[in-house]
């Protein structure tokens, strides 16, 4: 036991998986989507097609759009889709200041005392 190696599994980048291949991040996707897809299911009719599968695809349409938000990456940043969404939603939503005069711009090299360094 002394001076010898044990690995500690810090920061391993495995994730946690609790259903299937999902984490608990996916799945908080896919559970609305699921009963979305169920809702609909309910209160959608079948297309009129004669196959059992293409008669009903509209109903998991939930389902693929909640799977592309949770699998697909961003190329550049390496975030998922609904990480990269909510990121560029808070930076278009945040606030902008424009100084166009350079008698409005404040001066930031005075100190407290009102003097310039």
């Not at 009903?56 to 940043?77: G, N, S």
Request: aromatic letters at 16%; a positive charge.
């Amino acid at each position: 036991m002394y001076k010898e190696y044990h690995e500690v599994p810090f920061n391993s980048k495995i994730k946690e998986t609790i259903i299937g291949p999902f984490s608990w991040s996916q799945l908080m996707w896919l559970a609305p989507a699921c009963y979305l897809s169920y809702q609909i299911a309910q209160h959608v009719p079948p297309l009129p097609f004669n196959s059992l599968i293409f008669d009903r695809i509209h109903y998991f349409l939930p389902i693929i759009i909640a799977m592309i938000f949770v699998m697909f990456k961003h190329p550049k940043t390496n975030l998922t889709l609904s990480q990269y969404l909510i990121v560029q939603i808070k930076l278009n939503n945040r606030k902008r200041t424009f100084y166009y005069r350079r008698e409005r711009m404040p001066d930031l090299f005075k100190t407290k005392g009102g003097e310039k360094n």
